[in-house]
């Protein structure tokens, strides 16, 4: 276990001629290197010898078939820039770097990045950016490319906020497919009336077009996690897709009429957060925005339409 974890520990210390982490000096020197480079001193540590971590949501694919599938979907071109977030151990990066013109893999886990190292550093169309990717400017690290696609398995507990983070980066990003749980992807895809809508819902609707591919099975995995997963392909607008004027607007109005799903619109928008609260009352009142943008009084939030809350947030532009 000890020798185990010293061998870990040099790995993470070699590992620094990788972009990104931030967490060290060494780190920021080696972040101004543009690629990863491979040292023949560099220790290989086998897969075998990395226990997955579960906070990093490490379940790893292991059925190949799977593989096909997700990489089929995206379709990567030997003349486009792919961003794989959480590459793990190379599963799906493997293929990506045989048919894209670029790949640029994101991971957290430093541990990862010999592994990740030894296996692709010769290739000399893969990037390892060794840090966050809800901190990573996705649009800064793809240059001197343009626009990417992107592919993930991604961790379930941070799903949501990578996929708000993508959304944010549109402009350089133009179409994705994700691995995310399965009741995840139903909420994405869900249709107004859904009791799956939520707040992502109305944000993925509003900036991009969403389709479910596949289901995939907890046995696909190793670790086998407990829940079942979906892969959803998502085609990114650079514009959002309804007439507002103040896009942060709708944004506080969706997210205060799902904050308490069992309430009404007109409930949840009297009992708004400030700045929203202010703004409404200025407006006169819940009930008065409400009959301007043409929405019933009862209705709950989860049977909005996207076009229904860009009509509230005009009521109030
Ligand atoms: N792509 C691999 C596969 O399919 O086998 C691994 C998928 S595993 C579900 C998720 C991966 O995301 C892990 O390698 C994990 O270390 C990495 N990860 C977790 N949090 C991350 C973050 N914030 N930024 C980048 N990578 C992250």
Same mark, same amino acid.
């Given at each position: 276990?000890?020798?185990? &974890?010293?061998?870990?520990? +040099?790995?993470? &210390?070699?590992?620094?001629?990788? =972009?990104?982490?931030?967490?060290?000096?060494?780190?920021?020197? $080696?972040?101004? &290197? *543009?690629?990863?480079?491979?040292?023949?001193?560099? *220790?290989?540590?086998?897969?075998?010898?990395?226990?997955?971590?579960? =906070?990093?949501?490490?379940?790893?694919?292991?059925?190949?078939?799977?593989?096909? +599938?997700?990489?089929?979907?995206?379709? *990567?071109?030997?003349?486009?820039?792919?961003? @794989?977030?959480?590459?793990?151990?190379?599963?799906?990066?493997?293929?990506?770097?045989?048919?894209?013109?670029?790949?640029?893999?994101?991971?957290?886990?430093?541990?990862?990045?010999?592994?990740?190292?030894?296996?692709?550093?010769? =290739?000399?169309?893969?990037?390892?950016?060794?840090?966050?990717?809800?901190?990573?400017?996705?649009?800064?690290?793809? !240059?001197? $490319?343009?626009? $990417?696609?992107?592919?993930?398995?991604?961790?379930?507990?941070?799903?949501?906020?990578?996929?708000?983070?993508?959304?944010? %980066?549109?402009?350089?990003?133009?179409?994705?497919?994700?691995?995310?749980? +399965? @009741?995840?992807?139903?909420?994405?895809?869900? *249709?107004?009336?859904?009791?799956?809508?939520?707040?992502?819902? #109305? !944000?993925?609707?509003?900036?991009?077009?969403?389709?479910?591919?596949?289901?995939?099975?907890?046995?696909?995995?190793?670790?086998?996690?407990?829940?079942?997963?979906?892969?959803? %392909? #998502?085609?990114?607008?650079?514009?959002? =897709?309804? /007439?507002?004027?103040?896009?942060? !607007? !709708?944004?506080?109005?969706?997210? $205060?009429?799902?904050?308490?799903? +069992?309430?009404?619109?007109?409930?949840?928008?009297?009992?708004?957060?400030?700045?929203?609260?202010?703004?409404?009352?200025?407006?006169?009142?819940?009930?008065?925005?409400?009959?301007?943008?043409?929405?019933?009084?009862?209705?709950?939030?989860?049977?909005? /339409?996207?076009?229904?809350?860009? &009509?509230?947030?005009?009521?109030? @532009?």
């Amino acid at each position: 276990m000890r020798s185990e &974890r010293n061998e870990r520990d +040099r790995g993470r &210390r070699r590992a620094s001629n990788v =972009r990104g982490g931030g967490e060290s000096e060494s780190d920021k020197v $080696a972040s101004t &290197r *543009p690629r990863v480079s491979v040292s023949p001193t560099l *220790p290989v540590l086998s897969s075998s010898s990395l226990h997955p971590l579960k =906070r990093l949501g490490q379940n790893f694919l292991v059925d190949n078939r799977v593989v096909d +599938r997700i990489v089929n979907a995206l379709g *990567p071109a030997s003349d486009g820039t792919i961003i @794989e977030i959480g590459p793990g151990k190379g599963a799906l990066t493997e293929r990506l770097i045989d048919h894209a013109g670029q790949v640029v893999a994101i991971e957290f886990d430093r541990n990862l990045a010999p592994l990740l190292i030894e296996r692709f550093a010769a =290739r000399n169309n893969f990037k390892l950016v060794q840090g966050d990717a809800l901190q990573t400017d996705f649009c800064g690290e793809i !240059l001197p $490319a343009i626009t $990417a696609r992107v592919v993930a398995n991604l961790p379930y507990n941070i799903s949501t906020a990578i996929l708000q983070r993508l959304i944010d %980066q549109r402009q350089c990003l133009t179409e994705m497919v994700l691995m995310l749980q +399965r @009741e995840v992807v139903d909420r994405i895809t869900a *249709p107004a009336g859904s009791t799956e809508r939520g707040y992502l819902t #109305v !944000l993925v609707e509003a900036y991009c077009e969403s389709e479910k591919l596949f289901d995939v099975a907890p046995s696909a995995f190793k670790p086998v996690p407990k829940v079942w997963s979906s892969v959803v %392909q #998502v085609k990114l607008h650079s514009k959002i =897709r309804v /007439e507002v004027k103040d896009e942060d !607007l !709708l944004w506080r109005i969706v997210s $205060a009429g799902f904050a308490q799903r +069992r309430k009404t619109i007109l409930n949840n928008l009297r009992h708004a957060q400030e700045p929203l609260q202010t703004k409404v009352k200025q407006h006169g009142g819940a009930s008065i925005v409400l009959c301007v943008a043409g929405v019933d009084l009862q209705r709950r939030a989860e049977t909005l /339409e996207l076009e229904e809350w860009a &009509r509230i947030a005009r009521a109030m @532009e």
